[in-house]
């Protein structure tokens, strides 16, 4: 009980920061609960690179186990796994077995299997991540096991917190743009690291009959100025629909290679997911609210952090 205690601290920290910095969030936010309604999580999305480093300490794996390896810490097990190689990634759906006592998202971790990428993009890459200072989740799985009192919970979840950020030092602007020829997923891994891609609403837990669907929730947002994604993944009854806001473009460090010193470029950050569920067939008679992942929505998905080639650089 106590490790979903801490995730649901832990969320809640990483919403916050996440919607400080992506407006679109907010801003539905506010639509839902102007509407009397509420807004709940449906999953968290995170990213990351398929690559070990050999450190003092031992082996480490920048990829899924990196984020995985907390999930599990909290509780979380695998629900589901998906492939995509036209974009050289591969991604696991977790889910907790407490998730509805404590309302927890499932959460969807994908990692870009960096050893497809050229030779020369690959050794760029690792050289790049090696400066990195990594989460110690192995020091504090002991303390997580043992915690016991309210003070503890919120004290693990600040630290947990500290996990997800670009643990590396600012990428060359000349490597992140050769990846992100390649692939926009590495590119933007190298600028944000493990910060949160998207968080999801969940519109069957919105509980207002001004937006009962996903259609009437995209279009509000789209009304209210939000810029959204052209169409809805998955056709209507299906066991999943999915749409999103557009990416917000933040300012990021990198290393000017050319001038020799450190300087910021626009770039894609995070969006804003919606999400329905429905519930389908498994059987003759027996239905089942879907929980999983749609290989192809998710897919399409993925590209909406891709960098407008009309940004100013």
């Known amino acids: 009980m106590k490790q979903a205690q801490i995730a649901c601290q832990l969320w809640e920290r990483l919403w916050k920061d996440y919607s400080r910095r992506v407006e679109y969030a907010r801003v539905y936010q506010s639509i839902i609960e102007e509407a009397g309604g509420a807004i709940a999580n449906d999953h968290i999305a995170f990213r990351s690179l398929r690559l070990t480093l050999d450190r003092p300490m031992g082996k480490i794996n920048l990829g ?11 509780g979380y097990e ?70 016991s009192t309210d003070a503890e919970i919120e004290q693990i979840a600040t630290v947990l ?67 959204m994604k052209d169409a809805i993944e998955g056709s209507r009854g299906s066991g999943l629909r999915q749409t999103a806001t557009q990416a917000v473009t ?20 995070a969006y804003y997911e919606i999400a329905e569920r429905n519930f389908i067939e498994i059987s003759p008679g027996k239905t089942v609210l879907f929980e999983g992942f749609l290989n192809a929505q998710a897919k399409n998905l993925f590209e909406m952090t891709r960098r407008s080639e009309n940004s100013n650089q």
Not at 250 to 260: I, L, N, S, T
């Open 161 to 227: 917190q500290t996990a997800f950020i670009r643990p590396w030092q600012p990428p060359k602007r000349s490597l992140v743009e050769s990846v992100n020829q390649v692939s926009q997923y590495g590119a933007w891994v190298l600028l944000h690291g493990y910060a949160v891609n998207h968080f999801t609403g969940y519109i069957n837990r919105q509980h207002t009959p001004q937006y009962p669907d996903i259609e009437s929730t995209a279009r509000v947002l789209s009304q209210r100025g939000v810029p």
């Open 64 to 74: 899924i186990p990196y984020i995985a390896g907390i999930a599990e810490a909290l």
């Open 250 to 269: 933040e300012f990021v460090d990198v290393w000017d290679d050319a001038k020799g010193e450190l300087s910021q470029i626009p770039w894609t950050y």
């Open 78 to 147: 695998v629900a589901g796994e998906y492939e995509f190689p036209d974009q050289y990634l591969y991604a696991r759906h977790y889910r907790h077995p407490e998730q509805d006592r404590f309302d927890l998202p499932k959460l969807f971790i994908s990692e870009l299997v960096v050893d497809t990428l050229p030779d020369p993009i690959v050794r760029q890459i690792e050289a790049t991540v090696s400066s990195g200072k990594f989460f110690d989740l192995e020091s504090l799985k002991p303390k997580i096991e043992a915690t």
